[in-house]
């Protein structure tokens, strides 16, 4: 079974805080992806990386950043926190089109 | 860019009734369109997927019809369950893509 692990389930950060999510998977996927879920939104990229130290911006990649130096793990850092990044937070890893999704990291910015 | 519209937002059946969840895509070149599933507290799976040369694709009580030329594609589920309940969100990708871009995601509560 593909397993995505994001390090950290529930994270509290105060504006202006730098924010690192961190995401590791073990199947050796070339492709990873950042999801932001917000309710009535569905699911929105943010950033995503076919292959290590390569990244692409998603469709609302304003405000966040990614690193990818090695091919398990893929970051995303919030590089001073808003509250409008309180959100659901879900990293994703592909082979052949089909996504694998870690648990998610439910961010609360106050 | 390419963008995908799903409707119902939420959608109440009783048990046993059918559930149609429909999907619209904007971009011609999109050849790839999964579902997922996702329940309460937990993470997104792939539940089917068609691909653009395919016209309907069945597994179990669940189907996936899509229509190229109106660009848009549904969800059917038979028999429904109360396991059924859940957020069901539908994507699409173009032809060379690597990015899924998803629907706002349909709440579907499955009545016993």
């Known amino acids: 079974d593909v397993k995505v692990t994001q390090s950290s389930r529930y994270l509290v950060k105060r504006t202006g805080e730098k924010v690192f999510l961190e995401c590791v998977q073990d199947?050796?996927?070339?492709?990873m992806f950042w999801y932001r879920q917000d309710p009535g939104l569905g699911l929105r990229l943010i950033y995503f990386?076919?292959?290590?130290?390569?990244?692409e911006k998603g469709d609302i990649p304003e405000g966040y950043s990614v690193s990818r130096e090695k091919k398990e793990r893929f970051s995303l850092i919030l590089e001073s926190a808003s509250t409008n990044q309180t959100s659901m937070y879900l990293c994703?890893?592909?082979?052949?089109?089909?996504?694998?999704f870690g648990e998610g990291s439910r961010l609360t910015v106050l | 860019g390419e963008n995908v519209e799903q409707h119902p937002s939420t959608l109440s059946v009783q048990e046993g009734d059918s559930a149609v969840i429909k999907c619209t895509y904007s971009?011609?070149?999109?050849?790839?369109f999964p579902w997922y599933k996702q329940e309460l507290g937990k993470r997104p799976q792939l539940i089917i997927d068609?691909?653009?040369?395919?016209g309907e694709k069945k597994d179990q009580r669940i189907a996936v019809t899509l229509n190229k030329t109106a660009k848009h594609f549904s969800l059917h589920i038979t028999e429904t369950q109360p396991e059924d309940s859940a957020v069901y969100f539908c994507?699409?990708?173009?032809?060379?893509?690597?990015?899924?871009?998803f629907g706002a995601g349909t709440i579907l509560r499955v009545k016993s």
């Open positions: 994703a890893s592909s082979l052949k089109g089909e996504l694998f």
């Open positions: 068609i691909r653009s040369n395919v």
């Open positions: 994507a699409a990708r173009g032809e060379y893509g690597n990015k899924l871009v």
């Open positions: 990386s076919y292959d290590v130290k390569m990244k």
């Open positions: 199947m050796d996927h070339e492709n």
């Open positions: 971009d011609s070149a999109s050849n790839y």
